[in-house]
Every structure is written in C-alpha cells, then in structure tokens.
C-alpha cells in the first residue's frame, strides 16, 4: 500500500500550493473525477485476488475521503482570504481619443469677418439686444409709422395692453442702432465693425430666421466719400471670398443711409458665368451700404457741414452660406453633429 502513501504526500503538496479555490476545486476534479488520478488505481483491483483487491480496495476509498476532506478544509481556509483587488483602468489598453468642441460655423464666419475689418483699421463694437423705439427707428431716420416698426414686424416687449402708445422696448431688429451709440459716445474719427444677434419676425424657412446675425461696419470723418465705401468694401469681399471676386454696386434705398446700394460679388459656384444659383446672373447680392444720412449725423450730434461718413451691414448666415455651401439656412439651428464636423 506504499503507493497510496506516496499519492496521498503528492496530493497534499500540490493541494497546499493552491492559493484559490478555484485552483482547489480543479484539483477534486484532476484527482477525483471520473477520469482523475484515483480512478485509475481502482481499475488494476481486478487483477488481484479476492483478499488482497478488498483490502486494497477499502485502502483506496479511505484515501478518497481524506483527499475529499483535505480539499474541504483547503477551501474553508482560502474563503477567508481576499483577492487581490483588480485595478478598474488597465493602463496597458490605448486611450480613448475626446471629442474636441469647436466654433459652430455661424460664428467662426462672423469672427472672419470682424478679423477682416480690424485688419483695415476697424475696431469691434457692440450694443444691447434690447433696444428703445427711439435708437432702433428713429435715430435712424426711420419714423414710427414706418411698417418695420409694426408690431408684426417687431419684438416689442412693452405689455399689450398698456394704454400709453406707442410701444417702447424691443428686441433690437439690426445692429443698426449700436452705431448711434457708438456715434453719441465718442467724436470721429470713428472707425468700427459691430457683430451681434438681431430678432424678426419673420417664419424660419430656407432662407430666414427669426433669429439671426449680423455684422453692421460705420465709418465718419471728415472728407470720406463713396469711393472710400467702395474700396473698402472691395477689399474685404476679396478677402472673405478669394482674390478673384469682383463687386457690384446697384443703387438702392436705405432710410438712414443716402445714396445707398446693394452689393453683389461675383458668383462663388460659376466664376460669374453663370449658374443656377445665381439665377444666370453671374452675381450674388451680400449686403446693403450707403452713405450716412445727414440727419442721423444731426441726430448723434455730428455736424454733417464738417464729417461725413459710410456704413453697411451683412447678414453672416447669408455669408456663411454662401462660403460653406450650406442650401439650407436651418441647418445652422439644428445643429446636427454630422452637419458641424465638416468645419
């Protein structure tokens, strides 16, 4: 029976070198399975004779048993040991690479813009999104009875059913007004460009919003004439759209600019020589300049005798458009990721 000895000693050794239970239960397994270790002395008990195949027999169950209990007391001593805590992070897996966030392209383009204006002697300015009737019309040389001033047309915040007339507060419908702030707060030489958010009235469609931006620019001092418009104009054009475009001036009217005009720059898609977006014409209207009425001269306190002045002002959205590609000026309020990734 010295063999059994000897299988016991090498079970206890291996046993005791477990330092899970998992590693414990395999060993039940490998030794006392069905095809395990013990198994296979029991199938050499029939080559011996009836006396000895008992006693060896009873001798090979008694060693089952104590190699069952060995197992059992093995597992209630590893069931008081903790396991190893497992780090969460495994620093050997590559990192996840962030999403970085970036300037939603309404604004990079208005930030262009206000960039190229600074580059020609244009410093920012900014003026209040709620505004007075007084600055957002009037100084402006537009009289109240005018229909851009109808409550249809125009955010007034005044309650509506207030007896005293007519309204007073609204949500300011151009950036126009910043320049009589800007007018009654310091003499000229005044140089500025004034980007900002303006409200209409006006239902969201392909190519309005209620809510929009626009990028107003005033110049006053004395001597300045048209031609200083439309150089100053034509440079920033070929510096928003490339050094190929050419501008176009077509006379227009404008309450608080005289003369006035809209301005078009040569189509982006065809060159100018025509194409569906620009309706055959070659050209794409950007925005609407003139000169400084004398009366919103008067009504800041500037002599019009003594200085003159220019101003214009673009709709950034239309810009943008037209720079991106965008067909579809509600593309910029919802705000798609896969529409903001391209930029």
């Known amino acids: 029976m010295s063999d059994l000895d000897d299988v016991k000693a090498e079970f206890l050794k291996t046993l005791d070198g477990a330092k899970a239970a998992g590693e414990a239960e395999k ?6 399975g069905r095809t395990g270790r013990l198994r296979k002395l029991t199938e050499d008990l029939g080559k011996l004779p009836v006396e000895q195949k008992k006693l060896r027999g009873k001798a090979i169950n008694d060693l089952k048993v104590a190699l069952e209990a060995a197992i059992d007391e093995r597992l209630k001593s590893l069931s008081g040991v903790k396991a190893a805590p497992v780090d969460p992070i495994d620093v050997t897996i590559p990192g996840a690479r962030p999403r970085y966030g970036r300037r939603h392209p309404v604004y990079a383009t208005m930030d262009e813009i206000r960039h190229i204006f600074e580059k020609l002697g244009f410093e920012a300015a900014y003026g209040p999104e709620i505004e007075t009737a007084y600055y957002n019309f009037e100084a402006l040389n537009i009289p109240l ?3 851009a001033a109808e409550p ?3 955010y007034y915040l005044d309650d509506p059913d207030a ?3 007519p309204y007073r507060y609204l ?6 007004p910043a320049q009589m702030h800007v007018m009654e707060s310091r003499k000229p030489p005044i ?4 980007p900002g958010k303006v409200f209409r009235t006006d239902p969201a469609d392909a190519s309005h919003l209620p809510v929009f931006h626009q990028c107003e620019g005033l110049m006053v001092d004395e001597g300045v004439t048209f031609a200083d418009l439309k150089g100053v104009l034509a440079i920033a054009a070929k510096e928003l759209f490339g ?3 050419e501008t176009r001036f077509r006379p227009s009217y404008f309450p608080f600019t005289e003369p006035s005009a809209e301005v078009d720059v040569t189509c ?3 060159g100018g020589g025509g194409c569906p977006a620009c309706k055959g014409s070659g050209w794409i209207e950007i925005l609407g300049c003139g000169m400084v009425h004398p009366r919103v001269l008067e009504y800041a306190k500037i002599d019009p005798a003594k200085y003159t002045g220019f101003a214009f002002g673009m709709g950034v959205e239309r810009v943008a458009m037209l720079k991106l590609g965008v067909p579809d000026i509600r593309h910029f309020i919802r705000n798609h990721p896969l529409f903001l990734r391209q930029w």
């Open 171 to 176: 949500l300011r419908s151009h950036t126009s």
């Open 27 to 32: 060993l039940r397994t490998d030794w006392l």
């Open 268 to 270: 982006l898609l065809c």
């Open 191 to 194: 140089r500025v460009v004034v």
């Open 145 to 147: 009875d005018h229909p």
């Open 243 to 245: 050094a190929k475009t």
């Open 163 to 165: 007896a005293s007339r």
């Open 152 to 154: 249809f047309d125009t």
